[in-house]
Structures are given as C-alpha cells and as structure tokens.
C-alpha cells in the first residue's frame, strides 16, 4: 500500500478514524496501523503512509474504520501497487 487518503466534508466531533490490518496469518499479528481523532480538526484530510510502501500478504485485509455519528460525507481512496 502507498496510502490512504481520508476527506470529511467538515470536522466530526468525537469519532476515531483507524486503519488495521486483520492479518491472514492470525489474531496474534493483528495490528492497528493507524488511529487518528478527527474530532474537531481543521483540516479534514487524512493522509497515511506516503513515507514509504507497506507490503501486505495476499490474503491479508485492511479495515479502514469511521463510525461517523455526525452523517459527514466522506471519501476514501487507498493507493497501492501489486508486488509481482
């Protein structure tokens, strides 16, 4: 994955935006990659792991988590690149 980008049509007031990863290898290897408050931010983009790539396993998945309680419009676009 190169990123995931994260847009909210105003800020929300008390909701947690994560990202994790759900590994297929098991629930020991589970991780949360990310977790961001978005409640009252200025700015509503969110962008994560534009730094480097991540590599993922083929039957891994990745749960891209926002309750949003508020009823914003959101959009989510992941970036990635398939290892060959």
Do not use: C
């Not at 759900?22 to 290897?29: I, R, Y």
């Amino acid at each position: 994955m190169l990123e995931a980008r994260l847009h909210l049509s105003a800020a929300a007031t008390q909701e947690n935006y994560t990202i994790t990863l759900d590994s297929a290898l098991g629930a020991d290897f589970d991780v949360v990659l990310a977790t961001h408050a978005m409640a009252g931010v200025a700015n509503v983009d969110d962008v994560w792991g534009i730094n480097e790539p991540r590599y993922f396993n083929a039957d891994d998945e990745l749960i891209f988590a926002f309750p949003n309680t508020d009823g914003r419009t959101f959009g989510l676009e992941v970036k990635y690149r398939i290892r060959r």
